[in-house]
């Protein structure tokens, strides 16, 4: 008995740790690549790759450098965010299995396979020419590597630039370099036109993001998604709470959320099928009416699979925010 | 020995340190927190609630819905949950003569898990509303399930509690299955099974209260049976108990009393099995102290517990269930080391 509490606790902590834990490994993989569209990286330094269709190629993931002999046809993608770059750059047509967790583009092909926690057999029996993961667990790289099987981590991005070197890097890794620059142009555009038309100084608005409820996890605005936010001049109310956690993401006492009065409140777990947390719900807990956002009806339902992943999608969750902000601030 | 017995405190005066350490939690608890609220002002608010006792407080009206609102059910549901999961404790210590037993055994913890984990999972939007009940409800099934796979092995406490590990672990490995199955529902999960008294309200005290009442005054008036079948169950026999009838109805409530406390605050461990053992150390080894004297420490263990977890970090918070033994073991060690033994 002693020993099964013993071994949750250890999962459950780690459990909590994967987002932190993912954010600091994408520190690494930020200092290792280069943003996409730059020419400075590798393969992209000679001039047929710059096409983005010669091979082979050798890209520099967060594992180290991967070589890629050939154009690959039979791609695995065990990440939902890699899964959707793998679409937009064009690669969709390679990819012959995505993991459980992956639903979007509608129709992608769906499996079993889970990317927390992979079975290497279950991998190789789809025959994958390439991998991709966002971590390197049950000894993924290794494993697979004894097979011949590329594989590329592509962690949790700690800043957009790394979102964006993601998805350069993807589409050099499956020859559609050019298209990938493409994706990452549009999102640049479309990211700044949301925060002209928003604004980029609010120095009076605060916002709680809401990771979870019960305990109520947040984001501080030296995270990813607080930088995102922090495009528009937003300040976090867990940033009170930075030295508590070195990932970024505080477990918040909940008379302090009340007590720090945020103007918005973006809820990341909202998915009412899923029993997320809606602004209804969050509207009528004790004692929140107290607070201005719930007041101001500016308790935001975000789409939770787009505010938790770091691909194509995001310029979709910055007009969200930019809507929001754009009503607080009138 | 005799040093020991000097050392043990008779029965007023260990109540009157239990009730004083219960109450002296409580304040101190209502005084603290994230919100800063100042300390005077809160305490003239809560004068004011007194009935016939009026006083004017600066408090403005989000302190107040800070204070009455999160604080102070947030409170209430500690000092119920630790007094529930103490004097489960207590009782199975009893029932099975065997000093590491705790509340969350027999199955309880295990089914509690499966039980949230089920709900989480595939309840969908439901979910969030169904874990308490789904919670309760699994608890109460793993004891059952325990319980009967036990009484089959034979009437020993022994073979109970080895069918109790055993059907422990084949909940949690059904609900380690469960969750793989749907990884998106990890953390939620997770959450739950760390335990937790963050978003504690008024209405669940409420619900629970009930089930404490008539769990916690059943175990209380078995303090004298228990007391007689610690001597073993041919001498309780001859003493004219029957060890099985007790045994049943002790476990029963003990189970009724876990379910509650874990409806509402997911598993916290190391307080159903530590507090008995203080109170023993302190007040001698009868379950007619014990079981009480378990039920207010346990209260106030777990109050100042949460008060640890709510602002050691503020405004962040730790999980509760890390300073309960992070605290609590060295705390237990000293007082194992100062005192002396106790049979259970």
């Not at chain 2, 210590?93 to 969350?104: C, E």
């Not at chain 2, 640890?308 to 237990?332: D, K, M, Q, Y």
């Amino acid at each position: 008995m002693i020993h099964f509490r013993a071994s949750t606790r250890t999962l459950a902590l780690a459990a909590m740790a994967v987002v932190s834990a993912a954010d600091a490994l994408a520190g690494c993989a930020s200092a290792a690549s280069t943003p996409a569209g730059t020419a400075s990286s590798p393969a992209a330094s000679s001039p047929a790759a710059a096409a983005g269709s010669s091979f082979p190629v050798t890209v520099a993931a967060s594992n180290g450098s991967v070589t890629i002999k050939a154009k690959p046809v039979r791609i695995v993608s065990l990440a939902p965010t890699a899964t959707e770059d793998l679409y937009a750059v064009g690669a969709g047509p390679q990819v012959v299995a995505v993991d459980q967790d992956s639903d979007y583009p509608p129709g992608v092909p769906v499996t079993e396979l889970s990317g927390l926690t992979p079975n290497l057999e279950a991998i190789a029996r789809y025959r994958p020419d390439l991998v991709i993961s966002y971590q390197n667990a049950n000894g993924l790289v290794t494993g697979l590597g004894k097979l011949g099987i590329p594989v590329l981590i592509e962690p949790a991005a700690a800043t957009l630039a790394d979102a964006y070197a993601q998805i350069g890097q993807i589409g050099q890794a499956t020859g559609h370099l050019t298209q990938a620059r493409r994706v990452v142009a549009t999102m640049k555009a479309q990211i700044a036109g949301y925060v002209r038309q928003a604004g980029a100084a609010h120095p009076g608005l605060t916002y709680y993001w809401e990771l979870t409820a019960n305990p109520f996890y947040s984001v501080t605005s030296s995270t990813f998604i607080g930088q995102i936010v922090g495009l528009f001049g937003l300040k976090s109310i867990a940033d009170a709470a930075d030295k508590a956690s070195d990932g970024g993401y505080p477990e918040l006492s909940e008379e302090y959320i009340i007590k720090a009065q945020p103007r918005i409140i973006f809820l990341a777990d909202n998915q009412a099928a899923d029993g997320g947390q809606t602004p209804a719900v969050v509207s009528k807990r004790p004692g929140w009416s107290a607070i201005p956002a719930v007041q101001d009806h500016e308790v935001i339902g975000l789409n939770d699979d787009i505010a938790s992943r770091w691909g194509p999608r995001l310029p979709q969750l910055v007009a969200e925010i930019a809507q929001a902000v754009e009503r607080a601030s009138g | 020995m005799t040093s020991t017995r000097g050392r043990r405190l008779r029965p007023v005066w260990a109540y009157g340190v239990a009730v004083a350490f219960l109450v002296a939690a409580t304040l101190v608890s209502a005084l603290v927190g994230a919100a800063d609220l100042n300390p005077v002002a809160t305490l003239a608010a809560l004068a004011d609630r007194i009935p016939f006792v009026h006083l004017p407080s600066s408090l403005d009206s989000l302190d107040r819905a800070v204070l009455f609102e999160i604080r102070l059910p947030r409170i209430t549901v500690a000092i119920m949950v630790g007094g529930l999961l103490s004097v489960a404790g207590a009782g199975y210590q009893g029932v099975f003569r065997n000093p590491l037993v705790d509340s969350g055994m027999l199955g309880a913890s295990a089914g509690a898990g499966l039980g949230a984990t089920l709900a989480i999972v595939y309840l969908g939007s439901a979910g969030p509303s169904a874990v308490p009940v789904a919670a309760f409800a699994g608890s109460l099934a793993g004891v059952a399930i325990a319980y009967l796979s036990g009484a089959v092995g034979g009437s020993g406490t022994t073979t109970l509690l080895l069918a109790g590990v055993a059907v422990g672990l084949f909940l949690t490995a059904v609900q380690t299955y469960v969750l793989q199955r749907s990884t998106q529902d990890l953390q939620q999960v997770y959450s739950w099974l760390l335990g937790s008294l963050s978003g504690a309200t008024w209405q669940q005290a409420g619900e629970i209260a009930p089930y404490a009442a008539v769990s916690v005054a059943i175990v209380l008036l078995h303090g004298r049976q228990l007391d007689v079948l610690s001597v073993g169950d041919e001498e309780a026999r001859a003493l004219g108990t029957h060890p099985g009838r007790v045994r049943l109805i002790v476990v029963a409530a003990c189970a009724l009393a876990a379910a509650s406390a874990v409806a509402v605050s997911g598993l916290i461990g190391f307080v159903g099995i530590v507090v008995p053992h203080v109170v023993r150390r302190l007040a001698g080894p009868s379950y007619r102290l014990v079981l009480p004297l378990s039920l207010l420490t346990g209260a106030g263990f777990l109050v100042l517990a949460d008060t640890l977890a709510r602002t050691v970090v503020s405004p962040a918070e730790l999980p509760i269930g890390v300073v309960t033994a992070l605290v609590g073991s060295p705390v237990f060690v000293w007082i194992l080391r100062s005192t002396a033994a106790v049979r259970t």
